[in-house]
Nanobody, 115 residues
Framework: QVQLVESGGGLVQAGGSLRLSCAAS????????MGWYRQAPGKQRELVAT???????NYEDSVKGRFSISLDNAKNMLYLQMNSLKPEDTGVYYC?????????WGRGTQVTVSS
């Protein structure tokens, strides 16, 4: 069982920045991939970005060029640097880890972008 704890959400004005963090309970190299997902009110959870232990990344089109996902293997931490935030980025952001076909989720952190 992989435990994930997010932090770093908050309220920010449009154009601002936030950095989300996710602490994993296990060595990142034991995982197949990690990622960030978000869920806006009334909408389904959607992919934001993913990263593998060897640093291969994938981004949802609307965040390319604005968000950056990264890992700190020594600390078992996952990060999401979010710049040029827009009101449509508002939602609960969830940390995800995948291992051998299993998905693990954190409880989420709220990001609110005001216009």
């Amino acid at each position: 069982q992989v435990q994930l704890v997010e932090s770093g959400g908050g309220l920010v004005q449009a154009g601002g920045s936030l950095r989300l963090s996710c602490a994993a309970s296990e060595n990142i190299f034991s995982l197949n991939a990690m990622g960030w997902y978000r869920q806006a009110p009334g909408k389904q959870r959607e992919l934001v970005a993913t990263i593998t232990p060897d640093r291969r990344t994938n981004y949802e089109d609307s965040v390319k060029g604005r968000f950056s996902i990264s890992l700190d293997n020594a600390k078992n931490m996952l990060y999401l640097q979010m710049n040029s935030l827009k009101p449509e980025d508002t939602g609960v952001y969830y940390c995800n880890a995948q291992r051998v076909g299993m998905d693990y989720w954190g409880r989420g952190t709220q990001v609110t972008v005001s216009s």
